[in-house]
Every structure is written in C-alpha cells, then in structure tokens.
Nanobody, 110 residues
Framework: QVQLVESGGGLVQPGGSLRLSCAASILIFSIYDTAWYRQAPGKERELVALITSGGRTNYADSVKGRFTISRDNANTVSLQMNNLKLEDTAVYYC?????WGQGTLVTVSS
C-alpha cells in the first residue's frame, strides 16, 4: 500500500514562506490527482490546493496568489507557501489515491 509522508512544516512569522513536500512510497503522482488539505484547531479539514495527474492546478480562494502546488517528480509533490498569514496556521495533509499522510504542522506567529 502506498504511504505518503509530509515534511517542511514549522514556525514562521507572518509574511514568511515555507515549502512543504509530500513524498510517496511508490510512483503515483503522475497517475493520481494529489491534494493538500489543512485543518486548523477547532475547524474542519479544508482543501487548499490540487494538482491533477495531467498537471492542472486549483486553489482555495484564501490561498490564491500565495500558494503554489507542483509535482516535482513522480513521487514528490510540493506546496510553496508565500506571504503566510496567521490564519494559515494548521496541520497540512497530503492526499492521493485515497491515502492520507500523517500531516505536518505549520504555525504562523509573530
């Protein structure tokens, strides 16, 4: 079974940047759509960005113009996050082929 592992989370000040990575145990990202979700404390998990197997991307309105999802290779998908805001604080999850990673925490704080 495929496993997804997120990395790159951390503490950053407002206006800063982070790059999250999602690594798959097998080469699936050229076959399946891949998405980044996030879940803030006390809130439901929400879709942040999606990249289809064909390379099309889609973003939540709240992150458009600030976040960029990309497929680096067949087993790595990244999420570049710029101009981070306090409200971006959440656990970020990767999802592909109905599989979830364990999540990586992003904290935006001054």
């Amino acid at each position: 079974q495929v496993q997804l592992v997120e990395s790159g989370g951390g503490l950053v000040q407002p206006g800063g940047s982070l790059r999250l990575s999602c690594a798959a145990s097998i080469l699936i990202f050229s076959i399946y759509d891949t998405a980044w979700y996030r879940q803030a404390p006390g809130k439901e998990r929400e879709l942040v960005a999606l990249i289809t197997s064909g390379g099309r991307t889609n973003y939540a309105d709240s992150v458009k113009g600030r976040f960029t999802i990309s497929r680096d290779n067949a087993n790595t998908v990244s999420l570049q996050m710029n101009n981070l805001k306090l409200e971006d604080t959440a656990v970020y999850y990767c999802n592909a082929a109905s599989v979830w990673g364990q999540g990586t925490l992003v904290t935006v704080s001054s």
